[in-house]
């Protein structure tokens, strides 16, 4: 008889994969190397997750738990007399500190992986959070929904882009200098609502 699943050790053994893979990129998701670079047998992780694709659904959905808990953990989001632009720098700050940037990375893959149409049908629900996300909290600074949500697609496509940018090139002071611009962009779609 086989033992039962445990879903907080199987919970652990996804977010060490994660680690992994943040440091190897996806190019490292195969069963046998995943295990090894746990200490594990495959064994334990055919336990959990019967096959690659079964371990890779499970991540996306792991990832998107993850992200969904640091959107809500963002501070200030929710208090309207913040400006979005400064939770957009701040945001950027987290993401890209020594500590998160492998992690930073493993987020802009996926999503790469996910335009190519290399993840089949699952898109990972993160990318569709993050605009509602922050469609929300232009809409507690008084934006209309539709408005709303187009100009949080815009922002995150943006925040997005300067992320890859920095993170191909390297050059901090070229690409925070849009930044800038864009957090002053974003402020400015509530300004006058609030003022």
């Known amino acids: 008889m086989a033992r ?6 199987r919970t652990q053994i ?8 943040a440091e190897t990129g996806m190019s490292g998701l195969a069963m046998r190397p995943v295990a090894q670079a746990l200490g594990q047998s495959t064994r334990v992780l055919t336990h959990h997750f019967a096959d690659k694709d079964a371990l890779l659904a499970a ?24 400006g979005i ?18 992690h930073t990375r493993l987020i802009h893959e996926i999503e790469g992986l996910a335009a190519a149409g ?8 993160f990318l569709a959070a993050r605009a509602e996300f922050v469609a929300d909290a232009l809409v507690a ?3 209309g929904p539709e408005e709303a949500r187009v100009n949080a697609t815009f922002l995150n496509s943006a925040y997005s882009g300067l992320q890859t940018d920095f993170l191909s090139t390297g050059d901090r002071d070229r690409v925070e200098a849009a930044l800038d611009r864009l ?4 402020d400015s779609w509530t300004a006058a609502r609030s003022g």
């Open 118 to 125: 290399r993840l089949g049908d699952r898109v990972p629900a």
């Open 59 to 82: 991540l996306l959905k792991r990832l998107d738990e993850v992200q969904h808990e640091q959107l809500r953990a963002t501070e200030g989001w929710d208090d309207t007399g913040r």
């Open 85 to 102: 632009g400064a939770i957009v720098r701040d945001s950027w700050h987290r993401h890209l500190a020594p500590e998160n940037i492998a």
């Open 4 to 9: 039962p699943r445990d879903p907080h050790r």
């Open 14 to 21: 996804l977010d060490a994969v994660l680690e992994h893979l």
């Open 183 to 186: 957090c002053a962009l974003a």
């Open 141 to 143: 600074r008084g934006l």
